[in-house]
């Protein structure tokens, strides 16, 4: 093998060490993170009423209340969040009336050839949203 050949062999040897390692620290991280996420219960979803209990067992807890306070925690617990749910609907549904004319706007000047790439791309974008509001 002569210096020339020897010295590519020794690049692409380096090459395929620093894509191993990166691909590696890749998996291991997503690995980690999705077994770290399935054993702390802090990272898992609950629904409304299963948070609301936990936090209503944490304040018990913390400040000593009684059944009687607990209770009424609860409901003033979820009454609040019925009222910021209603608050965060009806600002969603104002979005939302911006999104559609700032949409129709941009139709207006676009050309018969970009409209339905237009609509493809607002189809994806409603659908990324849609995702995230899941999450």
Not at 42 to 60: D, F, H, I, K, Y
Not at 86 to 114: S, Y
Request: hydrophobic share 35%; proline share 3%.
């Amino acid at each position: 093998m002569n210096g020339e050949t020897r010295r590519k062999a020794w690049e692409w040897l380096a090459l395929l060490f620093v894509l191993g390692a990166a691909i590696g620290g890749v998996f291991g991280y997503s690995f980690g993170h999705r077994i770290f996420a399935a054993n702390n219960p802090s990272m898992q979803t609950l629904s409304e009423p299963e948070r609301r209990a936990q936090r209503v067992a944490e304040m018990t807890k913390e400040i000593g209340l009684t059944p009687e306070q607990s209770q009424k925690v609860d409901a003033v617990i979820a009454a609040g969040h019925a009222e910021m749910k209603a608050i965060h609907d009806k600002a969603e549904t104002d979005v939302d009336g911006v999104r559609q004319k700032a949409r129709a706007q941009m139709r207006e000047f676009l050309t018969d050839e970009q409209k339905p790439k237009f609509k493809e791309y607002v189809r994806r974008m409603d659908e990324e949203r849609k995702r995230q509001q899941q999450k």
